[in-house]
């Protein structure tokens, strides 16, 4: 079952705007994993923060990670028109399975 | 990088067949291939979890009966919806990691139409 929730939904912004998804689980993490999709295709690996990790920095990316509070945010600065896509958080949990649980997921729309 | 592909790329047809599809790792030895299955604008939910060489792990609720998986090698496992019916329509992705903590690596997936 799904494990995570990610607000908002869906999100609208300005090209050249910044914008932020935030997600959380429920429960405890080896790593926290953001991924993107654009419409019927597969995802793409963005960044992978580890739990022992608060913030990680990847070009235009910035992923936080607060364990207590069992949630992280991704932050995209400057937006393209290119990075209109879902995008979906994903944990591993300390199973060793590497199984993810897939976040419900945030649809970005940047407009021209 | 890492490259999975994944085919067909879409199929169509009619309800009673059996439909297989691919999951290759193109330039790395997939340890363990994860089947994802995903509803229009919803996330992915996992399938079943594949380990070359042995039997897959299925999710609470999946069927294996109806979804047949082989990981016959480190760099093919195959997803056989056996009898399909117009409910097993949806889009199926696969994603494949090799050795040690690696991120998964993720197909561009199947769009299944039953008829």
């Known amino acids: 079952s799904q494990q995570g929730e990610e607000d908002p939904q869906a999100l609208s912004i300005q090209e050249g705007e910044n914008a932020t998804m935030n997600c959380s689980y429920k429960?405890?993490?080896?790593?926290l994993q953001w991924y993107r999709q654009n419409s019927g295709r597969g995802l793409v690996h963005l960044i992978l923060?580890?739990?022992?990790?608060r913030e990680k920095h990847s070009g235009r990316l910035r992923v936080t990670l607060d364990t207590s509070k069992k949630s992280s945010s991704l932050l995209i600065t400057a937006s393209r028109a290119a990075d209109t896509a879902s995008y979906f958080c994903a944990t591993d949990g300390l199973d060793s399975s590497y199984k993810l649980i897939f976040g419900s997921g945030t649809r970005l729309l940047v407009r021209p | 990088g890492a490259v999975v592909s994944q085919h067909p790329s879409r199929v169509i047809c009619k309800s009673g067949t059996s439909v297989k599809i691919e999951c290759r790792s193109l330039?790395?030895?997939?340890?363990?291939m994860f089947w994802y299955r995903q509803f229009p604008k919803q996330s992915l939910m996992l399938m079943a979890t594949s380990n070359e060489g042995s039997k897959a792990t299925y999710e609470q609720g999946v069927e294996k009966d109806k979804f047949l998986i082989n990981h016959a090698s480190l760099t093919l496992s195959t997803l056989t919806v056996t009898s399909a019916h117009p409910e097993d329509s949806s889009f199926y992705i696969c994603?494949?990691?090799?050795?040690?903590?690696?991120?998964?690596?993720f197909g561009d997936g199947t769009r299944l139409s039953i008829l």
């Open positions: 994603s494949a990691r090799g050795s040690g903590y690696q991120p998964q690596h």
């Open positions: 330039d790395f030895q997939a340890t363990t």
């Open positions: 923060i580890r739990s022992n990790e």
């Open positions: 429960t405890s993490i080896n790593n």
